[in-house]
């Protein structure tokens, strides 16, 4: 059978010059892509450890603190309360208990909270 055109040749045909012009676009490519997908992590003292998934800021003011224990408090106290009255017996009890203990710790933030800014 007839080939109209030559076999490729054996050797590669890019240049080193290609070759290195292709080597600097996959190493800015890379860097490229590491910046954005593998940002590298702030230096600083506000960092967390690295079991540690929630923090609070260290500005934050007491008010402000105060505040969101007793939003937090009223919240959980809302929660336990509906789900204690769609149970019977023992567990009722003692969720009623842990409502009760919610209730009380919210009024010692609210007590806190008043001290801390008295209206």
């Known amino acids: 059978m007839f080939k109209p055109t030559p076999n490729p040749p054996e050797a590669d045909p890019a240049s080193p010059r290609t070759k290195s012009k292709a080597k600097k676009h996959d190493e800015a490519?890379?860097?490229a892509l590491d910046y954005y997908l593998l940002p590298k992590p702030e230096k600083s003292e506000d960092t967390s450890q690295p079991g540690q998934l929630f923090t609070v800021a260290k500005n934050a003011d007491n008010e402000s603190l105060l505040a969101n224990l007793s939003e937090t408090l009223a919240a959980a106290d809302a929660m336990v309360s509906n789900l204690a009255f769609d149970l019977e017996g023992p567990r009722r009890h003692i969720l009623l208990g842990i409502q009760q203990l919610i209730e009380l710790s919210s009024l010692l933030?609210?007590?806190?909270l008043d001290n801390v800014d008295p209206r």
Do not use: I, L, P, Y
């Open 109 to 112: 933030a609210n007590r806190v």
């Open 29 to 31: 490519t890379n860097r």
